[in-house]
């Protein structure tokens, strides 16, 4: 790290000067942008619509339970009055297009793709109850299923219900990235003039103003004057960017301390910005479609079903050639295919899983992702902000004929006027050690090179390695590489023009990353490091928690392609990070990971958010989607147990031996299983 103007930033740190600078800026934008990313409202438009079909399905079913022949006979009781059975109709009829309306609309949709899964199921059990049903008020002679089409959209309407509440997460990383953008800028007229301007306006070729602390509203290059330029949140990088004259500037990134006349290089869909919303677009869409548990075994039930039905009718025919008995053992047979339980047996897990995650600070906000964490093999790890705490703080003090404690006083009334994330790491070391400061005068930035200040009398300076070759100071230049080869950067003290001692300060590494990575080697998962931050720094980290790889100096564009090269290698891949540089490789990996502290982009990107911003919530994170799957596992063969028995009976397997299942029996075994499974969603607690 080449001097003590380099300032580190991480995102969080970047994130409050954001909030600083935010106020009245890209609501236009915005709202250009707000028809495609309303995936929030209409998340919640969805639950919404589930919670009052199930109610008003519920309100409906009361009435065709208590109408129906089946459970009359099961309850021992005879409501019949003449025309019952027309009212039984109607009121399943309206049922089955009003409760039974997202089940045919999604089953549609289903086949469209030739997949067949859960909709597909559902639909195909209450469409043959209903129109078996309406042909034995009709046509035929039998016992009519009404209340079986009844109790399976109430029951399936409450499961979809109960799991889309449980997880209300939908993307706006998009929007959050446009919100990165200034609405304005100070365009520079050929008179020298500043006025403000929509950024949309500007042109190639215009000239803007940027004054200290402002966001740079588009990308250009220098023109006038210089500054140290902090581009964590786009490059990952931690220290601010010297910038002079010719010099590429980052829509986006902050301005540091110097006022920036530049020339507009690009705008529209050429800005580096727009590039990062495309790579975001990308991934989202490529992202594997990886089919749910719950919907694998839907589709194997929905085979099942078919094919069971159409050799129970077949066989019948064959046997004994009567139709109506045959359609009937067909029909009771497509009907117990259709579990109420398998209903009830993945969303009731899923909301006692997202429950435990939240109160353990994990917010999942892709179920299928968050599922498929069991399966991880590498975990990769951005590192600014998320391994590192992204804040500076004292590693190594030599001092030369002079004690620690006088060296670090010095050094602390130095930088004690400056905002630099380097001067906070040695005000919180000397604050921390209850050192009190000496009183300065004549305080100067030199800029680019350090601070001068008068301490007693005597001139002090706190520089970089490039002022003293500059004057041809002398210093311990092997010492010097190897504290900047351990990814530290290195502020020399000098008194009168001589070395006194100098001070190393490193990104502080948090607690909990050590653990973190020992436990995935424990579990078999390897650990990356992905970071726009120089190697040495990235070697060192790296180092020091024992992660088994590390990938450097990496531009925000080929983060995403790196984690595809790791994914194309065969591994399954989580992405945690924490800046807008790591929203497409959030996006594109298996499971995004965002810590809580980072960018809304990076957490609007995610698939799961770690609300404490703890590496270690990484491992609790791939443990709870184990114990997640095998609940899961364990209810859909609690769901689909009652099947094995009943299928084959229902089919009239033992009719000869006089045992055939009524579908009273079936009901019976249909509800004990559906409590079986809402008990062992429970106890997933423990």
């Not at 002079?244 to 301390?257: A, P, Q, Y």
Request: proline share 3%; glycine share 8%; charged share 25%.
């Amino acid at each position: 790290m080449e001097n003590h103007d380099h300032e580190k930033h991480d995102d969080h740190m970047q994130h409050e000067k954001l909030e600083q600078h935010e106020h009245g800026e890209h609501d236009h934008m915005q709202h250009e942008q707000h028809n495609n990313h309303q995936g929030g409202s209409h998340h919640e438009m969805m639950v919404e619509d589930f919670k009052k079909r199930f109610f008003v399905s519920l309100v409906i079913t009361v009435p065709i339970l208590i109408l129906s022949p089946m459970i009359q006979m099961f309850l021992g009781v005879d409501w019949r009055f003449v025309g019952d059975s027309y009212i039984l109709f109607g009121l399943s009829t309206i049922l089955l297009i009003y409760g039974g309306k997202p089940f045919l609309t999604g089953s549609v949709d289903e086949l469209k793709k030739k997949e067949p899964a859960m909709m597909t199921l559902i639909a195909f059990a209450i469409l043959v109850a209903y129109f078996y049903s309406t042909l034995t008020i009709f046509v035929l002679k039998g016992n009519d299923f009404f209340w079986e089409l009844a109790t399976l959209i109430v029951v399936m309407l409450l499961g979809h219900w109960i799991e889309m509440r449980s997880v209300m997460g939908a993307s706006r990383a998009l929007d959050e990235l446009i919100k990165l953008m200034p609405d304005m800028a100070h365009l520079v007229k050929e008179n020298d003039e500043v006025v403000e301007v929509p950024v949309e306006e500007l042109k190639k070729g215009d000239l803007v103003l940027v004054k200290p602390g402002e966001k740079i509203p588009i990308d250009g290059i220098i023109a006038k004057g210089s500054s140290s330029v902090d581009e964590s949140m786009i490059s990952g990088e931690s220290v601010p960017v010297e910038k002079n004259v010719d010099d590429d500037l980052v829509g986006g990134s902050i301005n540091g301390e110097g006022v920036l006349t530049f020339s507009v290089e690009k705008t529209g869909d050429d800005t580096f910005l727009s590039q990062v919303i495309k790579l975001v677009e990308d991934a989202q869409k490529s992202k594997s479609n990886t089919q749910r548990l719950a919907d694998k075994a839907a589709k194997w039930l929905f085979y099942i079903a078919v094919s069971a039905g159409t050799i129970t009718f077949i066989a019948w025919m064959i046997i004994g050639g009567d139709l109506n008995f045959a359609v009937e053992r067909a029909v009771t047979v497509i009907v117990i295919s259709c579990p109420h339980a398998l209903g009830l047996a993945i969303p009731l897990v899923t909301s006692m899983s997202t429950g435990i995650a939240a109160k353990r600070g994990l917010l999942i906000r892709n179920r299928s992702a968050f599922e498929n964490a069991r399966k991880l093999s590498t975990v990769v790890f951005d590192k600014t902000g998320t391994l590192t705490e992204g804040r500076f703080g004292v590693s190594d003090m030599i001092p030369l004929d002079i004690s620690k404690e006088d060296l670090l006083q010095i050094a602390y009334s130095i930088e004690k006027n400056s905002e630099h994330p380097i001067a906070k790491g040695i005000i919180d070391e000397a604050e921390k050690m209850g050192i009190k400061s000496i009183e300065v005068e004549d305080y100067q930035n030199l800029t680019g090179k350090g601070l001068r200040a008068t301490l007693e009398n005597k001139e002090m300076m706190a520089v970089s390695p490039g002022y003293l070759d500059e004057k041809n100071i002398e210093y311990d230049k092997e010492d010097y590489k190897r504290l900047a080869g351990e990814g530290k950067t290195v502020v020399f003290i000098l008194e009168e023009r001589k070395l006194i001692g100098y001070v190393a300060l490193s990104d502080v590494i948090r607690e909990s990353s050590k653990e973190a990575i020992k436990t995935l080697k424990t579990m078999d998962i390897k650990s990356v490091i992905l970071t726009g931050d120089n190697e040495s720094v990235a070697r060192e980290v790296a180092k020091t928690l024992g992660i088994d790889d590390y990938i450097a100096e990496v531009l925000p564009e080929e983060k995403s392609s790196k984690i595809d090269e790791i994914k194309n290698s065969g591994e399954i891949v989580a992405m945690t990070g924490d800046g807008v540089n790591d929203a497409p490789s959030l996006a594109k990996a298996d499971l995004g990971i965002a810590i809580g502290a980072g960018t809304d982009v990076a957490i609007e990107t995610a698939d799961v958010i770690l609300v404490k911003s703890d590496p270690m919530d990484v491992v609790s994170l791939i443990q709870l989607s184990k114990a997640t799957y095998k609940k899961m596992v364990q209810n859909l063969i609690w769901a689909t147990a009652y099947n094995a028995i009943a299928l084959p009976l229902a089919a009239g397997v033992l009719y000869n031996q006089g045992i055939m299942i009524s579908p009273a029996v079936g009901a019976v075994l249909m509800s004990l299983s559906t409590v079986i499974v809402s008990i062992n969603a429970r106890l997933l607690r423990l």
